[in-house]
DNA sequence: AGCCTCATGTAAGAACCTCTCACATGAGGC
DNA sequence: GCCTCATGTGAGAGGTTCTTACATGAGGCT
């Protein structure tokens, strides 16, 4: 004994999440594996199914630290700012975080995964809604707050979600994107509340 | 001989990407497998190889029949209404095809499948993006055409991915996501081009 | 101190999967 | 009537997920 890794690994857990990233970035979500997984994190194949039901659950783990990062982000944002701005704002973090961090994207809204059996993934998507209600919640007054965040989720979701798909990729230049997604949350929020004609 | 099948199967490429298409609407993408659509065209495991690449190309070749469906989609939208009800049109019809085919939508946009390895998807997402050019290009003369149409495609991909992944379910109950898709849609369209303040 | 429990690890294996190879078949051109 | 070659088969190599019975040793209890 000594030399050899202790038959228990301390953090495996922690250890077998860190791996999963390490893979979802090098392989993408579908590219991933349990056995790979394990083999990196230096046990055994069947070590991780001590720590997590099965494959999907690997990675929805994986993708909670995704939503904890995103949510991170958002608390960054400046307060303090017109409509206009702060919706962009928040479609052009949305779209960063997904550019910076394609995989941990991926993995969180992974068609593969299902949600139900996942009920702390739906929780996470909860808090990204409502987050996004509290911040708009000052300017839209007499408005149906849920449905206006979730446009401007909507609007932020598919511009990071083509961006990372490469979809667009053809039409515009690689860092048109954000330009997009400002734009688009721009003209939205504009025509949510229109400047009032008299103005100055 | 007579009884059994002929040794030649006669259209087995077209046969496997219905089995695939079958399999991807119970399954999901990821639950697809060569083996299971062979098994469903009544053929040996290594038939479809003959045809296909690799289990990508299987999806890949049902991807573009979705990609055919939603360009048929878009050809039926009516002309010559205002700039708001094109816009909220394509966002509704966009997003009614994800949830009437959601596995066509899934397998068209599937970030496991590398696009650049199948450049006739590439290709399909350029039709989508010109169909919507062309659909806009009458309403927007000063414009950069091409952004906008790419900001209307975001904004409909987005609500149709949420509402395809149940994400906003917990929110809004299953009936409003047309309303989101057209809400936001109008919205973003009366911010690209607000009414001119002497209008009747 | 010494024992015992039980969470955490392993090894082996069943049941799938993808993809490749050498070989079989028979439709269609000559 | 022959011959070619696209299309289908069977076997198999190597990968996967997940289960099951068993091994280990850390930490609580006497």
């Known amino acids: 004994m000594g030399q050899g890794r202790p038959y228990h690994h301390g953090d495996l857990r922690n250890a077998l999440i860190d791996a999963t990233m390490e893979l979802v970035r090098e392989r993408g979500a579908r590219g991933f594996s349990v056995s790979e997984a394990a083999r990196r994190a230096g046990v055994s194949i069947s070590a991780p199914y001590r720590h997590f039901a099965d494959r999907d659950s690997m990675l929805a783990a994986a993708a909670m630290l995704g939503f904890r990062e995103l949510e991170a982000r958002f608390d960054t944002l400046l307060a303090g700012q017109s409509f206009g701005d702060h919706a962009a704002q928040i479609a052009v973090s949305y779209l960063r975080f997904a550019l910076e961090y394609p995989a941990r994207f991926e993995v969180m809204f992974a068609p593969g995964i299902d949600r139900l059996r996942h ?81 100055t």
Do not use: K
């Open 119 to 199: 009920p702390e993934m739906l929780g996470q998507a909860e808090r990204v809604q409502q987050r996004l209600e509290d911040t708009l919640a000052p300017y839209l007054d007499g408005e149906p707050l849920a449905e206006r965040a979730a446009q401007l989720w909507a609007l932020a979701h598919g511009v990071a979600t083509l961006a990372v798909e490469g979809a667009l990729q053809h039409f515009i230049g690689d860092q048109h994107y954000e330009r997009i997604a400002e734009n688009a949350a721009r003209a939205w929020s504009a025509g949510v509340q229109p400047t009032p004609p008299g103005g």
